[in-house]
Protein backbone atom coordinates (compact mmCIF):
# COMPACT_ATOMS: atom_id res chain seq x y z
CA UNK A 1 0.00 0.00 0.00
CA UNK A 2 0.83 3.88 -0.64
CA UNK A 3 1.15 6.33 1.81
CA UNK A 4 0.89 10.74 1.40
CA UNK A 5 0.52 13.12 3.49
CA UNK A 6 0.77 16.83 3.14
CA UNK A 7 2.68 19.12 5.43
CA UNK A 8 2.54 22.51 5.77
CA UNK A 9 6.05 24.93 7.21
CA UNK A 10 4.71 28.12 8.60
CA UNK A 11 6.99 30.76 10.73
CA UNK A 12 7.99 34.07 10.55
CA UNK A 13 9.90 35.33 7.56
CA UNK A 14 13.64 34.52 6.97
CA UNK A 15 14.04 31.47 9.90
CA UNK A 16 14.89 29.48 7.13
CA UNK A 17 11.64 27.37 5.73
CA UNK A 18 12.68 27.22 2.09
CA UNK A 19 15.96 26.43 2.80
CA UNK A 20 14.45 23.35 5.04
CA UNK A 21 12.40 22.48 1.92
CA UNK A 22 15.21 22.23 -0.62
CA UNK A 23 17.12 20.62 1.62
CA UNK A 24 14.73 17.53 2.35
CA UNK A 25 13.44 17.63 -1.42
CA UNK A 26 17.21 17.36 -2.19
CA UNK A 27 17.51 19.99 -5.03
CA UNK A 28 16.97 23.60 -5.02
CA UNK A 29 12.80 24.24 -5.54
CA UNK A 30 12.16 27.12 -3.55
CA UNK A 31 14.55 30.49 -3.45
CA UNK A 32 16.07 30.95 -0.49
CA UNK A 33 17.70 34.71 0.93
CA UNK A 34 18.95 36.66 3.51
CA UNK A 35 15.84 39.08 3.25
CA UNK A 36 12.37 38.65 4.89
CA UNK A 37 9.85 37.92 2.31
CA UNK A 38 11.59 35.93 -0.04
CA UNK A 39 8.60 33.44 -0.37
CA UNK A 40 5.77 34.86 -1.94
CA UNK A 41 3.56 31.67 -2.99
CA UNK A 42 2.75 28.14 -1.59
CA UNK A 43 5.64 26.15 -2.92
CA UNK A 44 5.17 22.42 -2.65
CA UNK A 45 8.05 20.21 -2.45
CA UNK A 46 7.48 16.62 -3.47
CA UNK A 47 9.53 14.03 -1.47
CA UNK A 48 8.71 10.25 -2.59
CA UNK A 49 10.71 7.62 -1.32
CA UNK A 50 9.67 3.55 -1.74
CA UNK A 51 6.04 3.69 -0.79
CA UNK A 52 5.43 7.02 0.98
CA UNK A 53 5.07 10.30 -0.63
CA UNK A 54 5.04 13.69 1.65
CA UNK A 55 3.92 16.59 0.19
CA UNK A 56 5.58 19.64 1.24
CA UNK A 57 4.19 23.17 1.22
CA UNK A 58 6.46 25.95 1.90
CA UNK A 59 4.80 29.18 2.71
CA UNK A 60 5.62 33.42 2.92
CA UNK A 61 6.70 34.37 6.47
CA UNK A 62 3.91 35.58 8.53
CA UNK A 63 4.25 38.73 9.41
CA UNK A 64 2.76 42.39 11.09
CA UNK A 65 1.34 43.20 7.27
CA UNK A 66 1.66 46.76 5.86
CA UNK A 67 0.97 46.60 2.39
CA UNK A 68 -1.36 44.90 0.44
CA UNK A 69 0.85 42.34 -0.60
CA UNK A 70 2.01 42.16 2.82
CA UNK A 71 -1.67 40.90 3.89
CA UNK A 72 -1.89 38.42 0.83
CA UNK A 73 1.44 36.64 2.01
CA UNK A 74 0.10 36.62 5.39
CA UNK A 75 -3.73 34.79 4.12
CA UNK A 76 -1.56 32.55 1.68
CA UNK A 77 0.37 31.20 4.96
CA UNK A 78 -2.70 30.89 7.11
CA UNK A 79 -4.92 29.61 3.83
CA UNK A 80 -2.55 26.08 3.99
CA UNK A 81 -4.43 24.75 7.68
CA UNK A 82 -7.12 22.55 6.56
CA UNK A 83 -6.40 19.30 4.56
CA UNK A 84 -2.83 19.17 6.44
CA UNK A 85 -1.53 15.69 7.95
CA UNK A 86 1.30 17.51 9.20
CA UNK A 87 1.94 21.33 10.30
CA UNK A 88 5.08 22.39 10.93
CA UNK A 89 6.24 25.26 12.83
CA UNK A 90 9.44 26.81 12.44
CA UNK A 91 11.62 28.82 15.44
CA UNK A 92 14.81 30.04 14.47
CA UNK A 93 17.29 29.14 18.13
CA UNK A 94 19.66 32.70 16.26
CA UNK A 95 16.88 35.13 17.39
CA UNK A 96 14.74 35.68 20.57
CA UNK A 97 11.40 33.88 21.03
CA UNK A 98 8.69 36.67 20.22
CA UNK A 99 4.93 37.71 19.42
CA UNK A 100 5.30 36.16 15.94
CA UNK A 101 6.39 33.40 16.84
CA UNK A 102 3.55 32.95 19.63
CA UNK A 103 0.93 33.77 16.49
CA UNK A 104 2.23 31.19 14.38
CA UNK A 105 1.71 28.86 17.60
CA UNK A 106 -1.81 29.77 17.80
CA UNK A 107 -1.88 29.07 14.04
CA UNK A 108 -0.82 25.55 15.08
CA UNK A 109 -3.06 25.44 18.34
CA UNK A 110 -6.20 25.94 15.61
CA UNK A 111 -5.18 23.30 12.97
CA UNK A 112 -4.60 20.72 15.70
CA UNK A 113 -8.34 21.20 17.27
CA UNK A 114 -9.65 21.05 13.97
CA UNK A 115 -7.90 18.04 13.09
CA UNK A 116 -7.69 15.50 15.10
CA UNK A 117 -5.34 13.64 13.12
CA UNK A 118 -2.77 16.44 12.68
CA UNK A 119 0.90 15.81 13.65
CA UNK A 120 1.78 19.12 15.24
CA UNK A 121 5.49 19.46 14.93
CA UNK A 122 7.79 22.51 16.13
CA UNK A 123 10.99 22.94 14.30
CA UNK A 124 14.03 25.07 15.75
CA UNK A 125 16.07 25.81 13.36
CA UNK A 126 19.69 27.29 12.64
CA UNK A 127 21.29 24.72 15.28
CA UNK A 128 24.46 24.70 13.36
CA UNK A 129 25.40 28.22 14.62
CA UNK A 130 23.39 28.49 17.68
CA UNK A 131 24.55 28.00 21.20
CA UNK A 132 23.09 25.36 22.82
CA UNK A 133 21.81 27.16 25.64
CA UNK A 134 20.10 29.40 22.94
CA UNK A 135 18.65 26.22 21.07
CA UNK A 136 17.46 25.07 24.89
CA UNK A 137 16.30 28.48 25.31
CA UNK A 138 14.05 28.44 22.36
CA UNK A 139 12.63 25.02 22.72
CA UNK A 140 11.88 26.06 26.34
CA UNK A 141 9.99 28.97 24.94
CA UNK A 142 8.12 27.28 22.69
CA UNK A 143 7.02 24.51 25.04
CA UNK A 144 5.88 26.71 27.64
CA UNK A 145 3.79 28.51 25.03
CA UNK A 146 2.73 25.05 23.40
CA UNK A 147 1.42 24.32 27.07
CA UNK A 148 -0.57 27.71 27.79
CA UNK A 149 -2.43 26.95 24.28
CA UNK A 150 -4.15 23.73 25.93
CA UNK A 151 -3.24 20.29 27.38
CA UNK A 152 -4.45 18.25 24.52
CA UNK A 153 -1.93 20.48 21.90
CA UNK A 154 1.21 19.66 24.40
CA UNK A 155 0.18 16.02 24.13
CA UNK A 156 0.89 15.93 20.93
CA UNK A 157 3.35 18.31 19.92
CA UNK A 158 6.75 16.97 19.14
CA UNK A 159 9.78 19.15 19.08
CA UNK A 160 12.99 18.68 16.41
CA UNK A 161 15.85 20.83 16.95
CA UNK A 162 17.79 21.06 13.38
CA UNK A 163 20.21 22.51 10.69
CA UNK A 164 17.78 23.21 6.99
CA UNK A 165 21.28 24.32 5.85
CA UNK A 166 23.58 21.68 7.43
CA UNK A 167 21.10 18.89 7.08
CA UNK A 168 21.43 18.09 10.94
CA UNK A 169 18.49 16.62 12.32
CA UNK A 170 16.49 16.64 8.86
CA UNK A 171 16.90 13.28 8.49
CA UNK A 172 14.93 12.67 11.64
CA UNK A 173 12.46 15.41 10.88
CA UNK A 174 11.25 13.37 7.57
CA UNK A 175 11.03 10.43 9.18
CA UNK A 176 8.47 12.00 11.61
CA UNK A 177 6.64 13.69 8.17
CA UNK A 178 6.80 10.02 7.04
CA UNK A 179 5.21 8.86 9.95
CA UNK A 180 2.12 11.60 10.29
CA UNK A 181 1.21 10.23 6.42
CA UNK A 182 -1.74 8.37 5.75
CA UNK A 183 -2.67 5.53 3.50
CA UNK A 184 -3.54 6.45 0.23
CA UNK A 185 -2.85 7.38 -3.48
CA UNK A 186 0.27 9.36 -4.59
CA UNK A 187 -1.05 13.38 -5.22
CA UNK A 188 1.62 13.62 -7.87
CA UNK A 189 3.85 10.88 -10.13
CA UNK A 190 7.15 9.45 -8.15
CA UNK A 191 9.27 11.35 -10.15
CA UNK A 192 8.34 14.95 -10.09
CA UNK A 193 9.28 17.22 -7.54
CA UNK A 194 7.83 20.09 -7.37
CA UNK A 195 4.04 21.68 -8.73
CA UNK A 196 5.95 25.18 -10.09
CA UNK A 197 5.94 25.40 -13.44
CA UNK A 198 9.54 25.97 -15.62
CA UNK A 199 8.38 29.43 -16.14
CA UNK A 200 7.56 30.58 -12.80
CA UNK A 201 10.66 28.62 -11.52
CA UNK A 202 12.80 30.66 -14.02
CA UNK A 203 10.80 34.03 -12.72
CA UNK A 204 11.90 33.14 -9.19
CA UNK A 205 15.36 32.19 -9.98
CA UNK A 206 16.08 35.80 -11.58
CA UNK A 207 13.87 37.54 -8.61
CA UNK A 208 16.57 35.51 -5.61
CA UNK A 209 19.34 37.46 -7.88
CA UNK A 210 17.53 40.96 -7.29
CA UNK A 211 16.91 39.62 -3.58
CA UNK A 212 20.40 39.06 -2.39
CA UNK A 213 21.73 41.81 -4.10
CA UNK A 214 19.46 44.88 -3.39
CA UNK A 215 19.33 46.88 -0.12
CA UNK A 216 16.64 48.52 1.78
CA UNK A 217 13.09 47.87 1.02
CA UNK A 218 13.78 47.45 -2.90
CA UNK A 219 13.81 43.53 -2.99
CA UNK A 220 9.79 43.97 -1.79
CA UNK A 221 9.49 45.78 -4.38
CA UNK A 222 10.47 43.31 -7.35
CA UNK A 223 8.39 41.06 -9.36
CA UNK A 224 9.24 38.77 -11.92
CA UNK A 225 8.06 37.27 -14.69
CA UNK A 226 8.65 35.15 -17.76
CA UNK A 227 7.25 37.18 -20.91
CA UNK A 228 8.82 35.57 -23.87
CA UNK A 229 9.83 32.05 -24.13
CA UNK A 230 11.06 30.34 -26.96
CA UNK A 231 13.81 27.77 -26.57
CA UNK A 232 16.69 28.92 -25.79
CA UNK A 233 15.39 32.56 -25.75
CA UNK A 234 14.13 33.26 -22.16
CA UNK A 235 12.85 37.13 -21.54
CA UNK A 236 12.08 37.94 -18.34
CA UNK A 237 10.36 41.31 -17.12
CA UNK A 238 11.60 42.47 -14.13
CA UNK A 239 8.68 44.91 -12.38
CA UNK A 240 9.43 47.53 -10.09
CA UNK A 241 7.45 50.61 -9.01
CA UNK A 242 9.49 53.49 -9.42
CA UNK A 243 12.02 54.81 -11.83
CA UNK A 244 14.45 55.55 -9.19
CA UNK A 245 14.27 51.56 -8.52
CA UNK A 246 14.61 50.94 -12.22
CA UNK A 247 17.89 52.54 -12.25
CA UNK A 248 19.03 50.58 -8.87
CA UNK A 249 18.23 47.22 -10.37
CA UNK A 250 19.89 47.66 -13.62
CA UNK A 251 22.96 49.40 -11.88
CA UNK A 252 25.99 51.14 -12.90
CA UNK A 253 26.66 50.55 -16.72
CA UNK A 254 24.48 47.81 -16.13
CA UNK A 255 26.45 45.81 -13.78
CA UNK A 256 24.18 44.83 -11.91
CA UNK A 257 21.71 43.43 -13.78
CA UNK A 258 24.49 41.67 -15.58
CA UNK A 259 25.37 39.99 -12.59
CA UNK A 260 21.61 38.75 -12.03
CA UNK A 261 21.45 37.52 -15.51
CA UNK A 262 24.74 35.39 -15.26
CA UNK A 263 24.15 33.53 -11.65
CA UNK A 264 20.27 33.00 -12.91
CA UNK A 265 21.84 31.49 -16.14
CA UNK A 266 24.04 29.44 -14.39
CA UNK A 267 20.75 27.43 -12.71
CA UNK A 268 19.25 26.81 -16.05
CA UNK A 269 20.45 24.15 -19.11
CA UNK A 270 23.43 24.37 -21.02
CA UNK A 271 22.16 27.11 -24.16
CA UNK A 272 19.96 28.94 -22.70
CA UNK A 273 19.84 32.70 -23.86
CA UNK A 274 18.63 34.81 -20.46
CA UNK A 275 17.42 38.46 -21.18
CA UNK A 276 16.48 40.62 -18.63
CA UNK A 277 14.10 43.56 -18.98
CA UNK A 278 13.31 46.33 -16.30
CA UNK A 279 9.85 47.93 -16.31
CA UNK A 280 8.37 50.81 -14.01
CA UNK A 281 4.66 49.58 -12.90
CA UNK A 282 3.82 52.44 -10.08
CA UNK A 283 2.53 50.60 -6.67
CA UNK A 284 2.43 47.16 -8.38
CA UNK A 285 1.81 45.72 -5.13
CA UNK A 286 -0.35 48.01 -2.89
CA UNK A 287 -3.32 47.91 -5.69
CA UNK A 288 -5.25 44.32 -5.01
CA UNK A 289 -6.24 44.48 -8.91
CA UNK A 290 -2.44 44.57 -9.58
CA UNK A 291 -1.89 41.57 -7.30
CA UNK A 292 -4.92 39.67 -9.03
CA UNK A 293 -3.05 40.03 -12.40
CA UNK A 294 -0.04 39.34 -11.14
CA UNK A 295 -0.93 36.11 -9.69
CA UNK A 296 -0.74 36.44 -5.98
N1 LIG B 1 23.07 29.30 9.77
C1 LIG B 1 21.96 28.86 9.20
N2 LIG B 1 21.33 29.65 8.34
C2 LIG B 1 20.20 29.17 7.77
C3 LIG B 1 19.69 27.89 8.06
N3 LIG B 1 18.56 27.73 7.36
C4 LIG B 1 18.39 28.85 6.64
N4 LIG B 1 19.38 29.74 6.88
C5 LIG B 1 19.56 31.07 6.28
O1 LIG B 1 18.50 31.91 6.68
C6 LIG B 1 18.16 32.82 5.63
C7 LIG B 1 16.69 32.69 5.31
O2 LIG B 1 16.44 31.40 4.76
P1 LIG B 1 15.12 31.10 3.94
O3 LIG B 1 15.06 29.63 3.74
O4 LIG B 1 15.03 31.98 2.73
O5 LIG B 1 14.01 31.56 5.00
P2 LIG B 1 12.42 31.58 4.88
O6 LIG B 1 11.89 31.21 6.21
O7 LIG B 1 12.00 30.75 3.72
O8 LIG B 1 12.14 33.12 4.61
P3 LIG B 1 10.84 33.82 3.91
O9 LIG B 1 10.55 33.12 2.65
O10 LIG B 1 11.28 35.22 3.70
O11 LIG B 1 9.73 33.73 4.92
C8 LIG B 1 19.06 32.44 4.45
O12 LIG B 1 20.16 33.31 4.46
C9 LIG B 1 19.47 31.03 4.76
O13 LIG B 1 20.70 30.64 4.20
C10 LIG B 1 20.41 27.07 8.98
O14 LIG B 1 20.06 25.93 9.30
N5 LIG B 1 21.52 27.62 9.52
MG1 LIG C 1 10.98 31.24 2.07
Redesign the pocket.
Known sequence: VTRCGVVA?V?????????????MVGEKV???????????HLIRGIITEGETQVVLI??????RPKTALGHRLNESARSVGDGLDAFVV?L?A?SEFGPGDRRVLGALAEAAARTPTLVPLVVV??????RRPRVAGTLAAAQSEVVALGEDLARRVEYYP?????G?GVAELLAALRAACPEGPFLYPDDEVTDLDEHRFIAELVREQLVRRLRDELPHSVHCRVTDYEWPHINVEILVERDSQKGMVIGRGGALLKEVGTAARAQLPEGVYLELTVRVDPQWQGRPEALDRLGF
Open positions: IGRPNVGKSTLLNTSITAAVPHTTRDTPGVHMETNKVDVAVSARAT
